[in-house]
């Protein structure tokens, strides 16, 4: 399943924290998501479901579908 997101657009949440990305810089959650999965979808702020396996992760919202690195 690839993600379904909208096309042209930016992601209105920070896909960590779940915060507006419009309400400051998220400078704390750009580092940490250097080492984490997601924990929220970029588009519409859904909690996602995320599995961490020794390889990488997948990070799966209802809405937009799977992530995965």
């Known amino acids: ?26 400078d704390a959650c750009a580092r940490a998501r250097e080492l984490e999965p997601p924990r929220y979808c970029a588009w519409c702020r859904r909690r996602m479901k995320v599995q961490v396996v020794p390889t990488g992760w997948t990070a799966v919202c209802v809405e937009h579908g799977e992530v995965r690195a």
């Not at 949440?13 to 990305?21: P, Q």
């Open 1 to 26: 399943m690839q993600p379904t997101v909208p096309s042209g657009t930016t992601p209105a949440w920070c896909d960590r924290c779940g915060e507006a990305t419009g309400d400051g810089p998220h």
